[in-house]
């Protein structure tokens, strides 16, 4: 390479120096890159002869003209001095990962281990992109801990569109739930509420509930309470007649409740509650009517249902219909409500004491608070027979159901 540069150079010293100025600046900008490349790559010998190269060319040029010998050292400082600048720039642009953009959010270690463990792949996300979505939970009023909860109800939530129609969205759900405030429980009660279809999904829905009479106030709660009523509300003709034979006007306060209810409901799953009820001697007016008094039926379990209804008639000899008088019988815990207070008020009776759990004060003692039950009942009695009905309690209260541990629970989706 050294011979070869030394002939070329004897080759352009018989040229004119402008002609010679013009080629040396540039093979000797191509010399320094090519030098600097092997400062890094190659041995310590090569380095050496370039730079031998280099000087021979500098003493060989310097008779030429000023502005060239400017130039060879204006780029000889610009090669061996760093720029202040790029220093500068390196220091202010370190290696960020997610992590960092969740601290820098304001979240802890404790919630950003929260975070990366509901939903491991964020450690792969694209930093603008998630920076810009946390920039929209920041301008909603959210918080870290609340970034925490609304990763924990939906784990790929970051993972979601949420720039599409994002304000004109919010304007619309805001001017529905009344507030700013109002808006933020319900996204973090269903953070999707952010990624609907405003127009093919939201809208329709909400103008279906107006024109069913649930407006205002009570379309808002309702959307509070249950937070997948948008993505799965459907209102068949089949589910309008059952609305209907329920006997529930639209000035009633078990109205709202009976329309979403039924709305988010399969038909398959109401027709199987229903006859689920049939089963204990009612017949389908009592169950429709029992619906609309009390809606909340229509989200216990076939087998709740089953087992209180067994208690009730079985242990507590008492008619079916009761429920419809008292529906709290079938939402009350068998094994850590019914059952020890029933046995509690067997003991009271087998020692002759009084005041006892019969006749309408076994709806009054279901129906109290714990607390209440042990002052009205166990309390009030004198200290050792208090401590005898209290050891009876308690051991009621923790018999566990019978081959509760292999229990197979069978998920069939929502709802209920």
Not at 39 to 68: E, M
Not at 241 to 265: E, H, N, P, Q, W
Request: with cysteine; glycine share 4%.
């Amino acid at each position: 390479m050294a011979s070869c540069l030394k002939r070329r150079t004897s080759n352009l010293l018989s040229q004119k120096p402008r002609i010679l100025s013009s080629f040396f600046a540039e093979r000797w900008f191509g010399m320094l890159a090519y030098q600097d490349h092997l400062a890094h790559k190659t041995n310590t010998s090569i380095i050496k002869n370039l730079a031998l190269i280099k000087y021979g060319l500098t003493a060989s040029f310097s008779t030429f003209s000023d502005s060239t010998n400017e130039l060879v050292e204006e780029a000889e400082a610009s090669t061996n001095i760093p720029d202040e600048k790029d220093v500068a720039l390196q220091d202010q642009l370190p290696s960020k990962t997610c992590q960092d953009l969740f601290i820098q959010w304001g979240c802890n270690n404790h919630e950003t281990s929260q975070i990366f463990e509901r939903m491991p792949s964020l450690h792969k996300a694209k930093l603008d992109k998630l920076q810009s979505k946390l920039q929209i939970l920041h301008d909603l009023g959210f918080t870290s801990s609340d970034l925490v909860k609304i990763i924990s109800c939906r784990p790929r939530f970051l993972k979601s569109r949420l720039n599409n129609c994002l304000d004109e969205r919010v304007n619309y759900l805001e001017n529905i739930f009344g507030s700013k405030q109002t808006l933020q429980k319900a996204i973090l009660r269903n953070p999707s509420i952010l990624t609907y279809d405003l127009k093919k999904m939201i809208k329709p829905t909400v103008e279906l509930y107006k024109s069913m009479g649930i407006t205002g106030d009570d379309l808002a709660l309702m959307l509070l309470s249950r937070p997948t009523i948008i993505p799965r509300t459907s209102l068949t003709p089949e589910k309008l007649d059952f609305i209907k034979r329920t006997g529930a006007s639209r000035d009633s306060k078990m109205y709202k409740y009976v329309v979403t209810l039924m709305a988010i409901s399969r038909i398959e799953t109401i027709r199987e509650k229903i006859a689920n009820l049939e089963k204990f001697g009612f017949v389908e007016d009592e169950v429709f009517r029992l619906l609309g008094t009390s809606p909340l039926v229509l989200t216990l379990s076939v087998d709740k249902v089953q087992r209180n209804m067994t208690f009730v008639v079985a242990s507590m000899k008492l008619q079916a219909r009761v429920v419809l008088s008292h529906p709290f019988l079938l939402y009350n815990n068998l094994e850590t409500v019914m059952k020890p207070r029933m046995i509690v008020a067997g003991k009271i009776e087998d020692l002759g004491l009084v005041p006892r759990i019969e006749g309408f004060k076994v709806f009054t003692a279901l129906r109290m608070t714990e607390k209440r039950f042990l002052k009205a009942f166990i309390d009030c009695h004198p200290l050792e027979i208090s401590k005898v009905l209290m050891e009876c309690y308690l051991d009621a209260k923790h018999v566990k159901r019978l081959a509760e541990e292999s229990k197979k629970i069978l998920h069939k989706g929502f709802p209920f």
